[in-house]
């Protein structure tokens, strides 16, 4: 069964926004932390942010101010505003519960 499926992603504009969603297995959603990562060609795979169970949530300099966390009953969400070229990655969620669980990813691209 897959347990993690991002989509959302798509092509924008320098400054544009872009929401992500991921769709999580109650199994390893219900009470974990979760977390969106990015990897960009050549580089390591990133933590950008991160909710808690309890709603507290945490993000990478890079997107601070830029990007909002958060999830409802079954799947969290990735607000990404002002994009620059620099967020062009593959977005990916994961569960605290299953840290080697991946999704499929999901292309963000931020070009003019």
């Known amino acids: 069964q897959v347990q993690l499926v991002e989509y959302g992603g798509g092509l924008v504009q320098p400054g544009g926004s872009l929401r992500l969603s991921c769709a999580a297995s109650?199994?390893?959603?219900?009470?974990?932390?979760m977390d969106w990562y990015r990897q960009a060609p050549g580089k390591q795979r990133e933590l950008v942010a991160t909710?808690?169970?309890?709603?507290s949530t945490s993000y990478a300099d890079s997107v601070k101010g830029r990007f909002t966390i958060s999830r409802d009953n079954a799947k969290i969400y990735l607000q990404m505003n002002s994009l620059k070229p620099e967020d062009t990655a593959v977005y990916y969620c994961?569960?605290?519960?299953?840290?080697?669980?991946w999704g499929q990813g999901t292309q963000v691209t931020v070009s003019s």
């Open positions: 109650r199994s390893i959603f219900s009470f974990s932390t």
């Open positions: 909710v808690t169970w309890g709603g």
């Open positions: 994961s569960s605290r519960k299953a840290p080697h669980s």
